[in-house]
Protein backbone atom coordinates (compact mmCIF):
# COMPACT_ATOMS: atom_id res chain seq x y z
CA UNK A 1 0.00 0.00 0.00
CA UNK A 2 1.50 3.44 -1.00
CA UNK A 3 1.94 6.09 1.84
CA UNK A 4 1.87 10.20 1.32
CA UNK A 5 2.95 11.40 4.84
CA UNK A 6 2.28 15.43 5.02
CA UNK A 7 5.15 16.13 7.50
CA UNK A 8 8.70 15.08 8.61
CA UNK A 9 11.18 17.20 10.37
CA UNK A 10 14.45 15.50 8.97
CA UNK A 11 15.72 18.33 6.95
CA UNK A 12 15.88 20.66 10.38
CA UNK A 13 17.58 17.59 12.13
CA UNK A 14 20.23 17.46 9.35
CA UNK A 15 20.37 21.13 9.16
CA UNK A 16 20.93 21.45 12.99
CA UNK A 17 24.35 19.37 13.02
CA UNK A 18 25.22 21.20 10.26
CA UNK A 19 24.80 24.49 12.12
CA UNK A 20 26.83 22.69 15.27
CA UNK A 21 29.81 21.74 12.52
CA UNK A 22 29.04 18.31 12.48
CA UNK A 23 29.17 15.60 9.94
CA UNK A 24 25.77 15.78 8.21
CA UNK A 25 24.22 12.44 7.61
CA UNK A 26 23.07 11.86 3.74
CA UNK A 27 19.01 11.45 2.78
CA UNK A 28 20.35 8.07 1.12
CA UNK A 29 20.96 6.70 4.70
CA UNK A 30 21.03 7.97 8.67
CA UNK A 31 19.67 7.09 11.67
CA UNK A 32 16.73 8.89 11.60
CA UNK A 33 13.13 8.09 11.04
CA UNK A 34 13.23 8.59 7.45
CA UNK A 35 15.77 8.50 4.78
CA UNK A 36 15.31 7.47 1.07
CA UNK A 37 16.05 3.36 2.31
CA UNK A 38 13.16 3.28 4.67
CA UNK A 39 10.62 5.39 2.40
CA UNK A 40 11.35 2.47 0.41
CA UNK A 41 11.05 0.49 2.53
CA UNK A 42 7.80 1.68 4.27
CA UNK A 43 6.49 2.15 0.64
CA UNK A 44 6.22 5.92 1.32
CA UNK A 45 5.45 6.89 -2.25
CA UNK A 46 5.41 11.19 -1.72
CA UNK A 47 6.88 12.98 1.48
CA UNK A 48 6.80 16.51 2.50
CA UNK A 49 9.59 17.88 4.21
CA UNK A 50 9.10 20.45 6.90
CA UNK A 51 11.42 23.17 7.01
CA UNK A 52 11.29 24.33 10.48
CA UNK A 53 13.02 27.35 12.19
CA UNK A 54 13.06 27.87 15.62
CA UNK A 55 12.65 31.91 15.08
CA UNK A 56 13.69 32.55 18.63
CA UNK A 57 16.48 30.17 18.32
CA UNK A 58 17.82 31.90 15.20
CA UNK A 59 17.41 35.45 16.70
CA UNK A 60 19.38 34.56 19.82
CA UNK A 61 22.52 33.58 17.45
CA UNK A 62 21.75 36.67 14.89
CA UNK A 63 20.86 34.68 12.14
CA UNK A 64 18.03 35.88 9.49
CA UNK A 65 15.27 33.56 9.10
CA UNK A 66 14.81 34.14 5.49
CA UNK A 67 18.15 33.31 4.66
CA UNK A 68 18.21 30.54 6.78
CA UNK A 69 15.33 29.16 4.93
CA UNK A 70 17.14 29.48 1.48
CA UNK A 71 20.02 27.16 3.07
CA UNK A 72 17.93 24.82 4.17
CA UNK A 73 16.64 24.88 0.40
CA UNK A 74 20.03 24.53 -0.63
CA UNK A 75 20.95 21.18 1.71
CA UNK A 76 17.50 19.68 0.49
CA UNK A 77 18.32 20.29 -3.12
CA UNK A 78 21.41 18.84 -3.15
CA UNK A 79 20.35 15.86 -1.50
CA UNK A 80 17.77 15.17 -4.23
CA UNK A 81 20.86 16.07 -6.82
CA UNK A 82 22.60 13.26 -5.14
CA UNK A 83 19.52 10.41 -5.54
CA UNK A 84 18.44 11.27 -8.85
CA UNK A 85 17.05 8.07 -9.70
CA UNK A 86 15.60 7.35 -5.98
CA UNK A 87 13.67 10.86 -5.59
CA UNK A 88 12.43 13.70 -7.58
CA UNK A 89 11.54 17.42 -6.13
CA UNK A 90 7.67 17.43 -6.62
CA UNK A 91 5.86 20.92 -6.83
CA UNK A 92 2.53 19.64 -8.29
CA UNK A 93 -0.02 16.78 -8.79
CA UNK A 94 1.73 16.03 -12.42
CA UNK A 95 5.55 15.30 -10.56
CA UNK A 96 3.35 13.12 -8.27
CA UNK A 97 1.85 11.14 -11.04
CA UNK A 98 4.96 11.15 -13.07
CA UNK A 99 7.05 10.25 -10.41
CA UNK A 100 4.52 7.12 -9.26
CA UNK A 101 4.67 5.90 -13.29
CA UNK A 102 8.66 5.67 -13.10
CA UNK A 103 8.86 4.25 -9.35
CA UNK A 104 10.76 7.28 -8.11
CA UNK A 105 9.59 8.93 -4.56
CA UNK A 106 8.49 12.38 -4.53
CA UNK A 107 9.85 14.93 -1.75
CA UNK A 108 7.60 18.16 -1.40
CA UNK A 109 8.78 21.19 0.54
CA UNK A 110 6.56 22.89 2.95
CA UNK A 111 7.41 25.77 5.45
CA UNK A 112 6.74 25.02 9.38
CA UNK A 113 5.46 28.09 10.61
CA UNK A 114 4.78 31.95 8.37
CA UNK A 115 7.82 33.73 10.23
CA UNK A 116 9.84 32.56 7.52
CA UNK A 117 8.16 35.00 4.96
CA UNK A 118 9.54 37.85 7.54
CA UNK A 119 6.25 39.79 6.84
CA UNK A 120 6.91 39.87 2.90
CA UNK A 121 4.49 39.21 0.07
CA UNK A 122 8.18 39.11 -2.05
CA UNK A 123 9.45 36.01 0.33
CA UNK A 124 5.92 34.60 -0.28
CA UNK A 125 6.88 35.03 -3.71
CA UNK A 126 10.19 33.38 -3.45
CA UNK A 127 9.57 30.82 -1.67
CA UNK A 128 6.75 29.55 -3.92
CA UNK A 129 9.68 29.83 -6.75
CA UNK A 130 12.03 27.68 -4.58
CA UNK A 131 9.64 25.03 -5.00
CA UNK A 132 7.39 25.47 -1.44
CA UNK A 133 4.10 24.07 -1.72
CA UNK A 134 2.72 23.85 2.21
CA UNK A 135 3.24 26.41 4.90
CA UNK A 136 2.18 25.67 8.09
CA UNK A 137 1.14 29.06 8.93
CA UNK A 138 2.29 29.47 12.71
CA UNK A 139 4.72 27.37 14.80
CA UNK A 140 4.72 27.63 18.82
CA UNK A 141 5.38 31.95 18.47
CA UNK A 142 3.45 34.76 17.33
CA UNK A 143 4.28 35.48 13.82
CA UNK A 144 3.05 38.47 11.26
CA UNK A 145 0.32 35.98 10.19
CA UNK A 146 -1.05 35.09 13.77
CA UNK A 147 -0.62 33.48 16.91
CA UNK A 148 -0.36 29.97 18.27
CA UNK A 149 -2.40 27.52 19.89
CA UNK A 150 -0.11 26.78 22.71
CA UNK A 151 -0.19 29.84 24.95
CA UNK A 152 -3.96 29.37 26.26
CA UNK A 153 -4.53 33.51 26.25
CA UNK A 154 -3.60 33.61 22.51
CA UNK A 155 -5.82 30.42 21.93
CA UNK A 156 -9.03 32.70 20.23
CA UNK A 157 -6.92 35.52 18.96
CA UNK A 158 -7.83 35.88 14.91
CA UNK A 159 -5.28 36.08 11.39
CA UNK A 160 -4.04 39.08 11.84
CA UNK A 161 -3.91 41.38 8.33
CA UNK A 162 -0.80 39.95 6.58
CA UNK A 163 -2.17 36.59 7.74
CA UNK A 164 -5.48 37.01 6.30
CA UNK A 165 -4.14 38.30 3.08
CA UNK A 166 -1.28 35.35 2.93
CA UNK A 167 -3.95 32.99 3.24
CA UNK A 168 -6.05 34.63 -0.01
CA UNK A 169 -2.43 34.40 -1.58
CA UNK A 170 -1.83 31.27 -1.15
CA UNK A 171 -4.86 29.95 -2.46
CA UNK A 172 -4.66 31.54 -5.58
CA UNK A 173 -0.82 30.76 -6.04
CA UNK A 174 -1.57 26.82 -5.48
CA UNK A 175 0.13 26.88 -1.91
CA UNK A 176 -1.56 24.30 0.83
CA UNK A 177 -2.29 25.89 3.68
CA UNK A 178 -1.36 24.44 7.22
CA UNK A 179 -3.22 24.98 10.26
CA UNK A 180 -1.39 23.14 12.82
CA UNK A 181 0.21 24.79 15.05
CA UNK A 182 -2.89 28.18 14.36
CA UNK A 183 -4.95 29.24 16.78
CA UNK A 184 -8.38 28.12 17.26
CA UNK A 185 -9.51 32.13 16.49
CA UNK A 186 -7.26 31.76 13.40
CA UNK A 187 -8.42 28.08 12.36
CA UNK A 188 -11.86 29.91 11.94
CA UNK A 189 -10.33 32.74 9.97
CA UNK A 190 -9.04 30.62 7.43
CA UNK A 191 -12.23 28.61 6.99
CA UNK A 192 -13.71 31.82 6.39
CA UNK A 193 -11.54 32.84 3.82
CA UNK A 194 -11.06 29.89 1.90
CA UNK A 195 -12.88 28.29 -1.21
CA UNK A 196 -10.41 25.45 -2.03
CA UNK A 197 -9.65 22.49 0.68
CA UNK A 198 -7.01 23.59 3.44
CA UNK A 199 -5.23 20.93 5.69
CA UNK A 200 -3.89 20.35 8.98
CA UNK A 201 -0.83 18.59 8.77
CA UNK A 202 -0.40 16.77 11.57
CA UNK A 203 -2.74 17.10 14.40
CA UNK A 204 -4.76 14.48 16.45
CA UNK A 205 -7.74 14.85 18.41
CA UNK A 206 -8.97 17.01 21.14
CA UNK A 207 -11.96 14.74 22.78
CA UNK A 208 -9.70 12.06 22.79
CA UNK A 209 -6.40 13.77 23.74
CA UNK A 210 -7.36 17.23 25.51
CA UNK A 211 -3.55 18.72 24.42
CA UNK A 212 -4.09 22.34 22.15
CA UNK A 213 -2.31 20.77 19.25
CA UNK A 214 -5.12 18.79 18.92
CA UNK A 215 -8.67 19.56 16.92
CA UNK A 216 -12.22 19.92 17.96
CA UNK A 217 -15.45 17.92 16.77
CA UNK A 218 -16.33 21.36 15.22
CA UNK A 219 -12.59 21.45 13.68
CA UNK A 220 -12.56 18.07 12.14
CA UNK A 221 -16.17 18.52 10.88
CA UNK A 222 -15.66 21.86 9.33
CA UNK A 223 -11.57 20.59 7.17
CA UNK A 224 -14.21 17.60 6.13
CA UNK A 225 -16.96 19.55 4.59
CA UNK A 226 -13.73 22.09 2.74
CA UNK A 227 -12.99 18.51 0.77
CA UNK A 228 -9.62 18.90 3.22
CA UNK A 229 -7.36 16.40 5.07
CA UNK A 230 -5.65 15.68 8.28
CA UNK A 231 -2.73 14.26 9.10
CA UNK A 232 -2.71 11.97 11.96
CA UNK A 233 0.35 13.17 14.22
CA UNK A 234 2.22 9.63 15.35
CA UNK A 235 3.48 11.71 18.65
CA UNK A 236 2.75 9.85 21.96
CA UNK A 237 1.92 13.27 23.82
CA UNK A 238 -1.02 13.86 21.47
CA UNK A 239 -2.83 10.47 21.27
CA UNK A 240 -3.05 8.98 25.18
CA UNK A 241 -2.37 9.70 28.43
CA UNK A 242 0.85 7.37 28.16
CA UNK A 243 2.75 10.01 26.65
CA UNK A 244 5.83 8.08 26.63
CA UNK A 245 4.62 5.21 24.02
CA UNK A 246 3.06 5.70 20.79
CA UNK A 247 0.97 2.78 19.77
CA UNK A 248 -1.33 1.90 16.52
CA UNK A 249 -4.12 1.09 18.62
CA UNK A 250 -3.96 4.93 19.72
CA UNK A 251 -3.50 5.68 16.02
CA UNK A 252 -6.56 3.67 15.08
CA UNK A 253 -8.85 5.37 17.96
CA UNK A 254 -7.76 8.79 16.74
CA UNK A 255 -8.88 7.75 12.96
CA UNK A 256 -11.58 6.30 13.87
CA UNK A 257 -12.63 9.26 15.88
CA UNK A 258 -11.86 11.65 12.88
CA UNK A 259 -13.98 9.42 10.41
CA UNK A 260 -17.05 9.93 12.80
CA UNK A 261 -16.77 13.26 12.90
CA UNK A 262 -15.07 14.50 9.52
CA UNK A 263 -16.01 11.12 7.36
CA UNK A 264 -13.56 8.39 5.62
CA UNK A 265 -11.78 11.28 3.26
CA UNK A 266 -11.11 13.74 6.02
CA UNK A 267 -8.01 11.11 7.38
CA UNK A 268 -4.21 10.73 6.25
CA UNK A 269 -1.07 10.61 7.45
CA UNK A 270 1.48 13.48 9.26
CA UNK A 271 3.55 11.17 11.49
CA UNK A 272 6.06 14.24 12.48
CA UNK A 273 8.93 12.13 11.95
CA UNK A 274 12.16 13.53 13.48
CA UNK A 275 10.04 16.05 15.23
CA UNK A 276 9.18 13.49 18.30
CA UNK A 277 10.13 11.52 20.96
CA UNK A 278 9.37 8.26 22.96
CA UNK A 279 8.64 4.81 22.13
CA UNK A 280 6.97 4.32 18.77
CA UNK A 281 5.31 1.41 17.60
CA UNK A 282 5.90 2.76 14.34
CA UNK A 283 9.18 3.21 14.68
CA UNK A 284 10.20 4.92 11.73
CA UNK A 285 9.08 5.38 7.84
CA UNK A 286 10.61 1.55 7.23
CA UNK A 287 7.87 0.49 9.14
CA UNK A 288 4.78 2.40 7.78
CA UNK A 289 3.23 -1.12 6.74
CA UNK A 290 2.59 -2.18 10.13
CA UNK A 291 0.06 0.38 9.71
CA UNK A 292 -1.58 -0.51 7.29
CA UNK A 293 -1.55 -4.61 8.71
CA UNK A 294 -3.14 -3.30 11.83
CA UNK A 295 -6.16 -2.23 9.72
CA UNK A 296 -6.62 -5.08 7.59
CA UNK A 297 -6.59 -6.67 11.00
CA UNK A 298 -9.47 -4.49 12.02
CA UNK A 299 -11.68 -5.47 9.23
CA UNK A 300 -11.26 -2.38 7.54
CA UNK A 301 -11.99 -2.47 3.81
CA UNK A 302 -9.31 -1.77 1.29
CA UNK A 303 -11.16 1.64 -0.46
CA UNK A 304 -10.66 3.04 3.44
CA UNK A 305 -6.89 1.90 4.04
CA UNK A 306 -6.30 3.35 0.89
CA UNK A 307 -8.26 6.22 1.17
CA UNK A 308 -6.01 7.06 4.50
CA UNK A 309 -3.10 5.83 3.29
CA UNK A 310 -2.50 7.80 -0.07
CA UNK A 311 -5.64 8.49 -1.79
CA UNK A 312 -6.79 11.22 0.14
CA UNK A 313 -3.71 12.88 0.10
CA UNK A 314 -3.33 12.45 -3.88
CA UNK A 315 -7.38 14.05 -4.44
CA UNK A 316 -5.41 17.63 -2.51
CA UNK A 317 -2.57 17.64 -4.01
CA UNK A 318 -4.49 17.19 -7.18
CA UNK A 319 -6.80 19.67 -6.49
CA UNK A 320 -4.56 22.31 -4.87
CA UNK A 321 -1.47 21.90 -6.29
Known sequence: MKIIDFHCDTIYRMMELKMQGKKVPELFKNGFHVDLEKMRQGQVAAQFFALFMDQEELKREGIELFSHFLEMVELFNDEIDKNPTVMKKATGYQDLESNLNDNILSGFLGIEGGEALEGSYENLDRVYQEGVRLITLTWNYENELGYPSKDPMDRDKPLKAFGKETVKRMEE???????????????????????TPVIVSHSNCRALKNHHRNLTDQMIRAIGEKGGVIGVNFAPYFLSGNEEVSRIDDLLRHMEHMIRCGGEDVVALGSDF??????????DAGTYQKLIEKMEVRGYHY???????????????????
Open 274 to 283: DGITGSLEIK
Open 173 to 195: MGIMIDLSHLSDGGFWDVMQLTK
Open 303 to 321: DRIEKIAFKNAKRVIKEVL
